[in-house]
């Protein structure tokens, strides 16, 4: 099992950026994937950005394209979420996630960190 604790999170004006950050512990740092979710008041919790081990897989959801980079430093133990041009749509906690393998689902969660972004 991997356990895993958000930061970064914040209040930020439109157009602001923020870092966040996911530090993992309790086994080695190959998990297959890593992932970003995030989950608004009322709303179903939905799928962000993802990066494989190697960092040669990256995935994001399209309403973040451009404006979202993830990235992953394995020494450290930790995954990163870029996140620039924020909207106030943007707002949510998010969620860092690991899976351990492929065809698995998402089998470990963080707590989650609060991002708000004001208009």
């Known amino acids: 099992q991997v356990q895993l604790v958000e930061s970064g999170g914040g209040l930020v004006q439109a157009g602001g950026s923020l870092r966040l950050s996911c530090a993992a512990a309790?086994?080695?740092?190959?998990?297959?994937?890593m992932g970003w979710f995030r989950q608004a008041p009322g709303k179903e919790r939905e799928f962000v950005s993802a990066?494989?081990?190697?960092?040669?897989?990256?995935y994001y959801r399209d309403s973040v394209k451009g404006r979202f980079t993830i990235s992953r430093d394995n020494a450290k133990n930790t995954v990163y979420l870029h996140m620039n041009s924020l909207k106030p749509e943007d707002t949510a906690v998010y969620y860092c996630?690991?899976?351990?393998?492929?065809?698995?689902?998402?089998?470990?969660w963080g707590q989650g960190t609060q991002v708000t972004v004001s208009s």
């Open positions: 309790g086994r080695t740092f190959s998990t297959y994937l």
């Open positions: 996630a690991s899976k351990a393998e492929p065809g698995t689902d998402f089998g470990s």
């Open positions: 990066i494989s081990w190697s960092g040669g897989k990256i």
